[in-house]
């Protein structure tokens, strides 16, 4: 998947446990209605948590790029986590998703943001701190119009042009 060429997320395809999408890709969603006079959010399916989960943007955006996840880059659903909590030192750190390798040690993280949230280095900042409880090869941030990947060079991380698929991810060299 190359960077920012993938436009509006929602576009790549069948993904999830439940993969059932309209026209434009989306989860199958459950729309917000009144029931009994109650007001109910809107839900959709994460096939991770294998749970119905309120319909933010954000979680919008995160269901979108397991599915990039999956069918671009071949990742076994088995092999993700969303909503990941860690901690280091005192601090107590969410990473949005999680990718493990073959050995089940973490891969990469990603951070998934609301699509008007700009992919500023504060983002990259956020996910390079999950990185120092995690340790990993690969990180990602995107907001569903765009998405960086980043893999690690040595003690730094370098941007990619294009994400590899899981099974090269797990080789020694990018």
């Given at each position: 998947m190359k960077h920012g060429e993938h436009g509006k997320h929602g576009k790549h395809g069948k993904h999830g446990e439940h993969g059932e999408h309209g026209e434009h890709g989306e989860h199958q969603e459950h729309r917000e209605h009144q029931e009994h006079g109650e007001h109910r959010e809107a839900l959709i399916w994460d096939p991770l948590r294998k749970k119905q989960v309120a319909l933010t943007p954000e979680e919008r955006v995160r269901q979108w790029f397991i599915g990039v996840l999956q069918q671009r880059m071949k990742v076994p659903a088995h092999m993700m986590m969303s909503e990941v909590s860690m901690n280091f030192g005192r601090k107590l750190f969410r990473a949005d998703i999680l990718v493990?390798?073959?050995?089940?040690?973490?891969?990469?993280?990603?951070?998934?943001?609301r699509p008007e949230v700009?992919?500023?280095?504060?983002?990259?900042?956020?996910v390079?701190?999950?990185?120092?409880?995690?340790?990993?090869?690969?990180?990602?941030?995107?907001?569903g119009t765009k998405t960086f990947g980043f893999v690690r060079?040595?003690?730094?991380?370098?941007?990619?042009?294009?994400?590899?698929d899981w099974e090269t991810m797990q080789k020694s060299e990018p």
């Open positions: 493990y390798g073959r050995d089940t040690a973490p891969l990469m993280v990603v951070e998934c943001k700009d992919m500023s280095r504060e983002v990259l900042d956020q390079l701190r999950y990185n120092l409880a995690l340790e990993v090869k690969y990180l990602a941030i995107t907001n060079s040595g003690d730094t991380f370098v941007q990619l042009n294009e994400f590899p």
